[in-house]
């Protein structure tokens, strides 16, 4: 557990490389192994590699300053499009479902760092390994299509809507995934910005430093695992999440939950929680305070300031917000619509300012790709 008023730790945290090798060897990687002993590399400014169903596509970029754009069409190709910094292409067929490649993604321990005001380590610990089970992937042998690139890279990387698996693992930079709908993705991030637009998946999405943000998207089962990274989510269906920090603020603006699990957790960031469907939200925190605001009478239970309930139109899905040193906030509608508010709740509206962005207009399946291909 953080300690109060510690610091997170910035410094980069490897998570492909973590001392636990046994899970790496077994899972991530694992998937790095499955690209080995391709045909030769090419690089190319842009290349198109045509695949089956449920094809699977691992884009790996070293280092920061990086922008990578993920795209959907209705094309059995994916094409890659690089700029300065060539694009390595590998592809293959694999067979998953096996003991080497399974049904599932094993995710290696998380350590972390906290720091006091002063810069001393004031405390450590390790989010635990788990398992994410792929959800809607077939077993048997898939397209296996590999994108790597160097620091600095400028990618655009154009899927097909029948993607089987869609993993990114980027140091740095900007990633931005439009209007994704393959049947399971797997982000990897250590610092800079996550940025998904219409996407309709299922989910495992690990930031360490920054701040991941999803806008108009829809989740059968979402797993966010963050430590000094801020998540945003705004206008999102969840059917599963759960969402968990060290120090990162969450926020979950003007969305809707399907019965299923709902849960948010951090150690010393603030938890936001905005609806606008029936559900009934629980709030606790230890050191700081829940804070309600419903613009249509909502029954509100709070017992203490560091506890609430709030049952939202007639109530639904239940929802809990956990933190042990931020504060909770509850309410209907989003911050966005609210002009003016309460001093305490400025660090949550500035927060989500801060990180919003415009949803840019998104046709997912009728991409046509870069003019020199044609259709």
């Not at 045909?39 to 842009?46: I, N, Q």
Request: proline residues 7%.
């Amino acid at each position: 557990m953080t300690p109060h008023g510690a610091t997170p730790y910035t410094l980069p945290v490897d998570v492909l490389r973590t001392p636990a090798s046994r899970w790496l060897t077994a899972g991530l990687g694992a998937l790095v192994a499955l690209c080995a002993g391709l045909t030769s590399p090419a690089a190319a400014e842009s290349s198109l590699v045509d695949v089956g169903d449920q094809a699977v596509v691992i884009v790996q970029v070293a280092g920061r300053g990086n922008a990578v754009t993920i795209r959907t069409w209705d094309r059995p190709s994916v094409e890659v499009d690089s700029g300065d910094v060539p694009a390595t292409i590998t592809h293959r067929m694999t067979a998953f479902g096996t003991v080497r490649m399974p049904l599932a993604a094993p995710i290696p321990p998380m350590p972390y760092v906290a720091h006091d005001g002063a810069g001393q380590v004031t405390g450590q610990g390790v989010l635990p390994p788990e398992d994410f089970p792929y959800s809607g992937f077939r077993p048997g042998p898939h397209d296996v299509v590999r994108i790597s690139a160097e620091a600095g890279a400028r990618l655009t990387v154009t899927v097909p809507a029948s993607t089987g698996l869609l993993q990114t693992r980027v140091g740095g930079g900007l990633t931005t995934i439009d209007g994704y709908r393959g049947a399971d993705l797997f982000v990897v991030q250590n610092y800079g910005r996550v940025q998904m637009n219409g996407v309709t998946t299922t989910a495992f999405l690990q930031m360490i430093n920054g701040a991941l943000y999803a806008v108009g998207s829809s989740f059968d089962r979402v797993r966010v695992r963050a430590n000094a990274a801020n998540i945003i989510f705004e206008r999102c269906r969840s059917k599963q999440i759960e969402a968990t920090s060290v120090s990162g603020a969450i926020v979950y603006d003007g969305g809707t939950f399907d019965p299923g699990l709902a849960r948010f957790e951090s150690q010393t960031g603030n938890i936001a929680l905005g609806v606008t469907a029936p559900a009934e939200l629980a709030g606790r925190t230890q050191d700081g305070r829940v804070y309600t605001q419903f613009e249509r009478g909502t029954p509100i239970a709070q017992p203490a300031d560091g506890a609430a309930t709030a049952t939202y139109e007639g109530g639904g899905p239940l929802v809990n917000a956990i933190t042990t040193h931020g504060s909770v906030y509850l309410y209907d509608g989003s911050l966005a619509n609210r002009r003016a508010v309460a001093p305490e709740w400025r660090p949550v509206q500035q927060l989500f300012s801060a990180h919003r962005r415009p949803a840019p207009a998104i046709a997912p399946h009728s991409y046509r790709g870069s003019s020199h291909h044609g259709t």
